[in-house]
């Protein structure tokens, strides 16, 4: 027992360590949102899009994700973005095209 504590274990070098409670982090689902193009970094790939606050964050499109529609222009384009509640500089784009 480590320091008279009644819940000493050992840890994975082989050293007594108290006891460590395992917090599972729950799965924060991400926040959606609109936003307009305004650069094109990468082709088919990453953009820089701004929100309607003015707030600008990196677009990026999964390998598997959306894509443009052949024959349209990327800027000035209306999409759906998905943000991770932890990193709000990046974003994964969800949807092509909102507004007509």
């Known amino acids: ?3 008279g504590s009644k ?4 840890n994975i070098f082989g050293k007594r360590s ?15 949102a609109t936003g307009r193009i305004v650069e094109v970094l990468e082709a088919d790939r990453l953009y820089r899009v701004e929100m309607a606050n003015g707030y600008r964050a990196y677009a990026i499109v999964e390998r598997k994700g ?17 943000f991770s509640p932890f990193d709000m500089s990046k974003c994964r ?3 092509w095209g909102l507004l007509p």
């Open 1 to 3: 027992m480590l320091n």
């Open 7 to 10: 819940s000493a274990t050992v």
């Open 18 to 32: 108290k006891s460590l409670r395992h917090y599972s982090m729950a799965e924060r689902p991400p926040i959606q």
């Open 66 to 82: 959306p894509r443009l529609p052949a024959g349209e222009a990327a800027l000035g384009k209306e999409v759906r973005l998905l």
């Open 93 to 95: 784009l969800a949807d």
